[in-house]
């Protein structure tokens, strides 16, 4: 069976930092494709961050709200990370990891990732 599972998150002041991370198990394959998305209570859900990792290099995507603070990396073909420094107000949202086999391709455009993470509350207050 196929999962992915997140850990990570939860409360913190603004300007703090929190880590996500996400593993995928059940496929032996590589992912190559690995997003975070946010949704907020009354507003449709957004992609935050996303990687594309290939034999020709990683190609990542950051939403303009947190391009330059928050990172996403891989540890390894099955474990993608969100590193979230300097966290504002804003950033407040459940995060859900996604996941899928092979490279991005049209999922640069949709949110048809077949496979989702249990979703993480990050809540930032002053």
């Known amino acids: 069976q196929v999962r992915l599972v997140q850990s990570g998150g939860g409360p913190v002041q603004v300007g703090g930092f929190l880590r996500l991370s996400c593993e995928a198990s059940?496929?032996?394959?590589?992912?190559?494709?690995m997003a975070w998305y946010r949704q907020v209570t009354g507003k449709e859900r957004e992609r935050v961050a996303m990687i594309d990792t290939s034999d020709d290099g990683d190609v990542r995507y950051y939403h303009d709200s947190v391009k330059g603070r928050f990172a996403i990396s891989k540890d390894s073909d099955k474990k993608v990370n969100l590193q979230m420094p300097n966290l504002k107000s804003e950033d407040t949202g459940m995060y859900y990891c996604?996941?899928?086999?092979?490279?991005?391709?049209?999922?640069?455009?949709?949110?048809?990732?077949?496979?989702w993470g249990q979703g993480a509350q990050v809540t930032v207050s002053s």
């Open positions: 996604a996941a899928d086999f092979g490279n991005c391709g049209s999922l640069w455009s949709t949110a048809k990732f077949r496979y």
């Open positions: 059940g496929y032996t394959g590589s992912w190559h494709c």
